[in-house]
């Protein structure tokens, strides 16, 4: 038979079949309903058995339209068997079950029954469970607290619900815990709509059909909004109300956190919610927390901790530092049983529902104890951050988002050493990472924490004064990071002494800040200096010896010593290969620079082969915009120019140029040496005008940061007036 068709046909029910049958359902149907046929279509299969009473329970989060398939349902039914009776009971408090059961009894024409009368439900129970009242379907809409159904004093118990095999019974809940006490298997998960139904949705809500046309807006909004049926309906009665734009809402919605959960907190008119009951997406899930912190204290707790990190990939041990594994698979199954959080297949991480993370925040916040959780977070953080180092990059780098999402919620409040020693390792992972902005952001706060703390020179302020320097050059300020470098160098000598191991850090930042500003001699001299220190307090093969190697054989390259450089280079690589693996940022580092070495003797092939795999491995370890990948690219691209593959080294010369400016920005010293060989291979390939005006703009660019006289500059002018000549003279040679 059709749809809600073979248990309800056929039928002995409480009234005439010329009339139609009790109903109780307080919501007119929905017009704005889109269709959830898949799951309308299971509750008809569950509840079409008419052989046996039938329990269904649909489950899903708050505001994922559990509600409204119910009563869609309720609607089909009566739609098509005017002679079932249809009762509703909210199951948001005893006082409104009591209400309800006393419509029920009314409907029913149970004599001296209302709403003061002692044992209603179990009145009505056993005339709804008596063969004669035929065929009937009871909603119990909100059923979410478990231990409601487990308290006899108030009569709330399941043993209190009519049962008879002309009946069913069908539950809307957001607890899977809840659904599975009600109505064993029979479970109808509800979960966010598809892109396509989130549309309908929003059509259908919004006054103004035509904003829908601007698609971008439209797949950006829904996606912000998770999809989520109360969210949608809710933006589009806050962008009706106040006709603007999705793009417009957009916006608002991003400004601020703030002003994110002002406009997630509206309340809205919408006929199919309770008139007591606050129908925001802010505001909805405030039960669920509130019941969850009265039957799950350590629920709550990781909820709460939840809130102060990032949503996504949340580790498990950052939760559960000092519980044992069973209280918290049983606290975490509380808030998975809520639709509140996912596991991760396969995987100790978790993410929480995006919009439950900000509600959560709200919570909070209202209580006044954001603040103290998000302290509480710092800890279990700083207690579960290592220090970053290579070795252990798979378990710190998943742990940036997380921190910093707690540092800027800490930003405004005075920072405490907790917070500062939080902030340190953040910056060296940051810094790592290649993310210079951030790490300078973290290290000047940190350095000037320091100074006011310990005092100027102490070593560990003196210590982050010199990392600061080393971003600085990695930013391309190189007179910055000289002056701060030069200060901090000879405060180290005084403070901790010539042959310390942070005096020698500073030692090689400043060569490198003399290999950066082409000052060869100055380089050689100290590097040579600096390389002596380290090679008897560490040894000729230790990993830090080896990196100042690295500088020699770039003196030594610059200079014009390439096989100098070439032997160095092959050293330090069989080294880092034996030492730390192939894979080893380091190792990579050395792998291109022996590739730079093949590709200035002419030694393509060898060249290519080398450069492919340390970009490869550089893109899977540390990333695509890694400066170190972007460099490793960019040599690969001017192999390929060389070896005349114009095409594929347009590419990735492109690609180079791209992520400079979007990781570095467009006047950093590597952006600008990006864009000259992207020039060269335009012009080999024909397209001289765009490679003119390319190189002039580079040309004006390294004049205004780096000045005239530097080496790039001065080899890029005399390239310009070169192609400048050629040009001349091709036109004096066309034909007139």
């Not at 709550?300 to 950052?318: G, H, I, R, T, W």
Request: with cysteine.
């Amino acid at each position: 038979m059709t749809l809600v068709g073979r248990r309800f046909a056929n039928a002995n029910f409480l009234t005439a079949s010329s009339t139609k049958a009790p109903w109780t359902v307080p919501f007119r149907r929905n017009p704005l309903f889109v269709s959830r046929s898949a799951e309308i279509a299971k509750l008809d299969d569950i509840l079409s058995n008419d052989s046996a009473f039938s329990q269904v329970a649909i489950e899903g989060l708050g505001g994922v339209g559990k509600t409204q398939i119910a009563l869609e349902y309720a609607h089909i039914l009566r739609e098509r068997h005017p002679d079932c009776a249809i009762f509703w009971i909210p199951v948001t408090s005893v006082e409104s079950m009591l209400e309800a059961y006393s419509q029920i009894a009314k409907e029913l024409q149970i004599p001296n029954v209302g709403i003061e009368t002692k044992n209603i439900q179990n009145i009505v129970q056993h005339r709804l469970s008596q063969e004669s009242s035929g065929r009937w379907l009871l909603v119990l809409d909100n059923a979410d607290d478990i231990s409601f159904w487990a308290d006899k004093t108030k009569g709330t118990t399941t043993s209190n619900l009519p049962n008879s095999k002309h009946g069913s019974i069908l539950f809307t809940t957001r607890s899977h815990k809840t659904a599975i006490r009600l109505a064993g298997r029979n479970i109808v998960t509800v979960k966010a709509m598809n892109s396509a139904l989130a549309k309908n949705l929003l059509g259908n809500t919004l006054i103004d059909r035509s904003l829908l046309t601007d698609e971008r807006a439209t797949a950006d909004l829904l996606q912000k909004l998770t999809y989520l049926p109360l969210a949608i309906v809710q933006a589009a009665a806050f962008i009706n109300k106040n006709q603007m734009t999705l793009s417009e809402y957009i916006s608002l919605h991003e400004s601020t956190e703030e002003s994110t959960i002002d406009i997630l907190s509206q309340n809205f008119e919408d006929e199919g919610r309770y008139e007591d009951g606050k129908n925001s997406v802010a505001t909805t899930w405030l039960i669920s927390f509130q019941q969850i912190r009265a039957s799950d204290p350590l629920a709550a707790e990781y909820l709460s901790l939840m809130a102060c990190v990032d949503s996504k990939n949340v580790p498990q041990k950052f939760l559960s530092l000092t519980q044992s594994a069973t209280k918290t698979s049983d606290a975490l199954g509380t808030l998975k049983a809520f639709s509140f959080i996912t596991n991760h297949e396969n995987s100790q991480h978790l993410d929480i529902h995006r919009l439950v993370h900000l509600a959560t925040r709200n919570w909070l916040q209202m209580q006044g104890t954001l603040l103290e959780w998000t302290n509480k977070a710092l800890s279990h953080m700083n207690m579960l951050f290592p220090f970053p180092r290579e070795e252990n990059r798979h378990m710190w780098r998943p742990l940036l988002p997380h921190a910093r999402h707690i540092i800027e919620s800490l930003a405004p409040s005075t920072p405490t050493r907790a917070a500062i020693y939080l902030l340190h390792i953040f910056g060296y992972g940051v810094l790592q990472d290649g993310r210079y902005r951030e790490a300078r952001r973290a290290f000047s706060t940190v350095t000037d924490f320091y100074k006011t703390s310990l005092g100027i020179e102490h070593p560990v302020t003196l210590s982050t004064q010199a990392t600061l320097a080393q971003i600085y050059l990695r930013q391309g300020e190189w007179s910055k990071a000289e002056s701060l470098d030069m200060q901090t160098l000879d405060s180290l000598k005084k403070v901790v002494g010539f042959e310390s191991m942070v005096t020698l850090t500073s030692m090689t930042a400043q060569v490198s800040i003399y290999c950066a500003q082409e000052r060869w001699t100055e380089a050689e001299k100290l590097e040579l200096q600096t390389l002596k220190f380290y090679e008897r307090a560490l040894g000729t093969k230790h990993p830090q010896t080896l990196m100042n190697k690295s500088y020699l054989a770039l003196i030594y390259r610059e200079k014009g010593k390439w096989n100098q450089s070439r032997k160095l280079n092959l050293q330090i690589l069989k080294c880092h290969r034996t030492a730390l693996g192939t894979e080893h940022p380091l190792t990579l580092i050395s792998t291109r620079n022996l590739a730079d070495d093949y590709r200035y003797l002419g030694l393509l092939r060898k060249a290519e082969a080398l450069q492919t795999q340390a970009t490869e491995t550089s893109k899977r370890i540390l990333g695509a915009e890694h400066p170190d990948t972007i460099r490793a690219t960019g040599s690969l691209a001017s192999i390929y120019r060389e070896r005349g593959r114009l095409k594929d080294a347009e590419k990735l010369h492109m690609q180079v140029l791209e992520n400079y400016r979007k990781t570095l920005g467009a006047e950093h010293p590597s952006t600008l040496w990006a864009m000259a060989p992207l020039a060269d291979t335009w012009r080999r390939m024909g397209r001289y005008t765009e490679a003119t005006e390319l190189l002039e703009k580079c040309l004006h660019l390294e004049t205004k940061v780096l000045g005239a006289d530097y080496s790039g500059t001065s080899e890029d002018s005399r390239t310009l007036r070169r192609w400048h000549m050629h040009q001349q003279v091709m036109s004096g040679c066309t034909p007139s």
